[in-house]
């Protein structure tokens, strides 16, 4: 016990900071949701009108659940599941802890596999087998990478053994600083990546796919696909930032943090449309192609200007740095709730955590396309890889969300929810924090039903 709780208060020194717990914070939202994730399903639901719902669903319904979610962490110095327990012992809500567990796992079997994708591209541009493609090549490397039995089970081994030794060596404050200098790198490159794209003749279509909304686009499922988006993104619904609310320090904002990773990470995630967009209009591609979108557009910005090969293998490189910050935050919520919770040693909670993820997501990484080896296999009409999707974004973190906004705007005192929130009295914006509540109480709420009705088919827009 005394090592858990040393241990325990030695990661929550890491995050000691407010510039170190926002990076870490950010480290955690930014990651292949931006870089991979976001272009395609934008591009698959029609582009600018989801963008609209994209940012009502962040502000409205992201940025509240991540005050909630830091503040049911900081408040409980505890993980997921151990943090319900403390605010209302032997009582079903620790349901919304386990669940985020669940979600945390299902989430790794497939990101673990695109990571392997990401990781596999940084040595193919290194070495080179990525110079001078054409769109046609660019299709044909892509699904070599993702197809096939050997080389993308490897890539996600390789990718789990890197995980684990970072949790393992449990290098909070290596991540802090990697997160630290890399980040603001990561940003330079997509703006670099952004102004070759700007010189494509697909620009204006890009843009203006990525840009005009077209309001007759949005239905029930798109409006799903942007909720589920926002939160897969912002790390909501699964525990994450529970955990990480855990490690923040006691004078940090929690709602100017939420607010400022919410900003930072849309933005990124806007570079990196913009790059892709006038790729896709350039070329004649498909801008609903789906998940290879951002391994077969990449590469031919690069192709065919000065320093190009580099400038690709640096793009990879921070890529895959983005996504095992983000990956590290998903593993830290079963391994955190295993070591406090089952009285394990970190490092056996890391080893069973990890060879789940990644026996399991084998099967995502067999069916990541219909011509994958169990691309055939269709459970409720999906593959493996894109029910694992699905389930966690589209169903668990907006339910887990939704019971989160229940559970403080019903369940807890406001005075002490308030007192947390403002610092016991350290902050006072009264009018700020009254306003956040309502919306928790009410509109977040409201939303998250409406937007589950609608896809129902229940209510029609
Ligand atoms: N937000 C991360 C991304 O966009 C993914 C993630 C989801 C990380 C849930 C942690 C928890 O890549």
């Excluded at 605010?87 to 596999?113: C, H, N, Q, R, V």
């Excluded at 949005?218 to 525990?239: C, E």
Aim: hydrophobic residues 50%; proline residues 3%.
């Amino acid at each position: 016990m005394t090592e858990l709780n040393t241990e325990h208060t030695k990661k929550r020194e890491t995050f000691s900071t407010g510039l170190a717990v926002f990076f870490a914070t950010l480290g955690s939202a930014v990651g292949l949701g931006n870089i991979w994730k976001f272009p395609y399903v934008v591009g698959s639901n029609g582009g600018g009108a989801f963008l609209f719902i994209y940012f009502i669903c962040v502000i409205f319904v992201g940025i509240p659940v991540m005050v909630c979610e830091l503040y049911i962490g900081r408040k409980t110095r505890s993980n997921a599941v151990g943090a319900f327990e403390k605010l209302k012992p032997k009582t079903a809500w620790k349901g919304i802890g386990l669940m985020g567990i669940i979600t945390s796992f299902l989430i790794m079997f497939f990101y673990s596999d695109v990571s392997g994708w990401v990781y596999s591209y940084v040595f193919k541009a290194i070495t080179g087998q990525l110079s001078g493609v054409t769109p046609a090549t660019a299709n044909t490397i892509f699904e070599k990478t993702s197809v096939g039995l050997v080389s993308p089970i490897v890539w996600q081994g390789i990718v789990f053994i890197v995980v684990a030794a970072i949790l393992i060596a449990g290098v909070q404050n290596g991540i802090e600083r990697i997160t630290k200098s890399l980040l603001p790198v990561l940003f330079v490159l997509i703006i670099i990546c952004d102004i070759r794209a700007f010189t494509l003749p697909g620009v204006r279509n890009g843009l203006k796919f990525l840009y005009y909304a077209d309001f007759t686009k949005i239905n029930g499922g798109v409006i799903l696909a942007a909720l589920g988006l926002a939160f897969f993104k912002l790390s909501l619904g699964m525990g994450t930032m529970i955990t990480y609310g855990s490690y923040f320090t006691d004078n940090n904002n929690l709602l100017h943090t939420p607010i400022k990773v919410a900003i930072s990470d849309v933005v990124v995630s806007l570079l990196a449309g913009m790059a892709i967009f006038p790729v896709v209009f350039t070329f004649k591609m498909e801008p609903s192609a789906g998940p290879g979108l951002l391994f077969t557009t990449i590469p031919l910005v690069f192709s065919k200007i000065p320093f190009g090969g580099i400038l690709l293998a640096c793009f990879f490189i921070l890529t895959s740095i983005a996504a095992t910050t983000a990956m590290i935050s998903l593993v830290e919520v079963p391994v955190a709730y295993f070591s406090e919770e089952k009285n394990m040693k970190r490092t056996n909670a890391v080893l069973l955590t990890v060879i789940i993820m990644f026996i399991i997501g084998i099967l995502a990484t067999l069916s990541a396309s219909s011509k994958s080896l169990l691309g055939y296999i269709k459970i409720f009409g999906f593959g493996f890889f894109d029910l694992f999707d699905k389930l966690s974004s589209n169903i668990l973190m907006p339910v887990g969300g939704l019971l989160t906004t229940i559970f403080v705007g019903y369940f807890i005192r406001k005075e002490d929810f308030k007192n947390e929130v403002m610092n016991n009295g350290a902050l006072s914006n009264d009018s700020k924090f009254n306003l956040l509540y309502i919306v928790i109480r009410y509109i977040s709420p409201i939303l998250l039903v409406i937007v589950f009705l609608s896809s129902l088919g229940i209510i029609k827009f």
